[in-house]
């Protein structure tokens, strides 16, 4: 092939993958958008007190919290999360929580919410908490989650209020 021959190829190589990226781009930027909105509706209905972000759950989601918390580990599917966390927290509270959201950014098929919740607790002692969300979402439902959180505060809402039954 002469010099000519593959500065002609590569040209039209070239010319084929740029005609490829707007497609490429325009569809992760139409999921970075839907799963945004996904997200922002839930929290929009846990501001609302009608719903959460854990009813976008997939069965086999795990969700992972970091840190030194007492509830810090990696949970295997939505019923090991919701059992072992969010109903005994909900079992400490008079008042549930309500978010605040900060900032809330889409990369793909992630979604990260960082937010600001507060209620009460059983004990008449207001709780609040900062958190950052890192959210894996397929097909609209969340299939893995990494939670930051300050544990200090978790830690003592944990120990100090014992869960109503």
């Not at 889409?106 to 908490?129: C, E, L, M, R, W």
């Not at 609209?140 to 200090?152: E, K, L, P, Q, V």
């Amino acid at each position: 092939m002469t010099s000519f021959h593959t500065l002609i190829a590569v040209a039209v190589a070239s010319l084929a993958m740029a005609a490829l990226a707007p497609a490429a781009q325009a569809q992760t930027t139409g999921d970075e958008v839907g799963n945004k909105a996904i997200v922002q509706r839930a929290f929009d209905a846990w501001a609302a007190g009608t719903g959460s972000p854990y009813d976008l759950l997939a069965d086999d989601a795990t969700w992972t919290i970091t840190g030194n918390s007492l509830a810090s580990k990696t949970y295997g599917s939505r019923e090991a999360f919701i059992g072992e966390v969010i109903r005994p927290f909900i079992a400490r509270m008079s008042v549930g929580l309500k978010p605040t959201i900060r900032q809330m950014y889409a990369d793909g098929d992630t979604v990260i919410v960082f937010f600001d919740a507060s209620g009460t607790a059983k004990d008449g002692v207001p709780y609040a908490n900062t958190y950052a969300w890192f959210l894996e979402l397929r097909d609209g439902r969340i299939t893995d989650a990494s939670a930051f959180f300050d544990s200090i505060a978790f830690n003592d809402l944990w120990t100090r209020v014992k869960p109503a039954r």
